[in-house]
T-cell receptor, first 113, second 114 residues
Framework: GENVEQHPSTLSVQEGDSAVIKCTYS??????FPWYKQELGKRPQLIIDIRSNVGEKKDQRIAVTLNKTAKHFSLHITETQPEDSAVYFC????????????FGTGTRLKVLA | SQTIHQWPATLVQPVGSPLSLECTVEGTSNPNLYWYRQAAGRGLQLLFYSVGIGQISSEVPQNLSASRPQDRQFILSSKKLLLSDSGFYLC?????????????FGEGSRLTVL
């Protein structure tokens, strides 16, 4: 079945440094790749997404890249701030005629002041 | 804009007791609806999704069930809870009208089975 692997499971960076989280997906027909941020005890919220016809997308300090051939996509956060500390989830949406979203296992990011 | 209401927000249930979690949606119609479970420190596991009234797809065979009696209502149930059912249950919707692909999550229901 469909699967999304996410690495690393935890990541600590110094404030101001960059953070990179990587995901791979199994279904080559997947066409939509969102990233969600979940603060402690709260619901996940979309921070950025990318579709399969685009290789890169940026939104201020956040960027996502997609390599369809290798079936992997990455989240890049530059100039990290303490408020970036949270759990980040990647997801993929297979296009097998269904509408389910498969999530990665999450990355706990800690930004050290 | 879309709004998702989930209740109860927290509950503690004994093993073997029944469960009913409710999710209602406002601000859109005919959404795709989803139930996800998040165990402590773990990822988001898709349990059920629905593309319309009475249409339920199950992703994980277990003692849970879901129903969609109305367009904007999604219910997660169990006849007998297990310890392993403890977790954070999130209802989510995809707004077909907006067509963005984004999943919107509710505030979640935290279940502890003792």
């Amino acid at each position: 079945g469909e699967n999304v692997e996410q690495h690393p499971s935890t990541l600590s960076v110094q404030e101001g440094d960059s953070a990179v989280i990587k995901c791979t997906y199994s279904d080559s027909a997947s066409n939509y790749f969102p990233w969600y941020k979940q603060e402690l005890g709260k619901r996940p919220q979309l921070i950025i997404d990318i579709r399969s016809n685009v290789g890169e997308k940026k939104d201020q300090r956040i960027a996502v890249t997609l390599n369809k051939t290798a079936k992997h996509f990455s989240l890049h956060i530059t100039e990290t701030q303490p408020e970036d500390s949270a759990v980040y989830f990647c997801a993929a949406r297979p296009t097998s005629g269904t509408y389910k979203y498969i999530f990665g296992t999450g990355t706990r990011l800690k930004v050290l002041a | 804009s879309q709004t998702i209401h989930q209740w109860p927000a927290t509950l503690v249930q004994p093993v073997g007791s029944p469960l009913s979690l409710e999710c209602t949606v406002e601000g859109t119609s005919n959404p795709n609806l989803y139930w996800y479970r998040q165990a402590a420190g773990r990822g988001l596991q898709l349990l059920f999704y629905s593309v319309g009234i009475g249409q339920i797809s199950s992703e994980v065979p277990q003692n849970l069930s879901a129903s969609r009696p109305q367009d904007r209502q999604f219910i997660l149930s169990s006849k007998k809870l297990l310890l392993s059912d403890s977790g954070f249950y999130l209802c989510a919707l995809r707004d077909r009208v907006a067509g963005t692909g984004e999943l919107f999550f509710g505030e979640g229901s935290r279940l502890t089975v003792l």
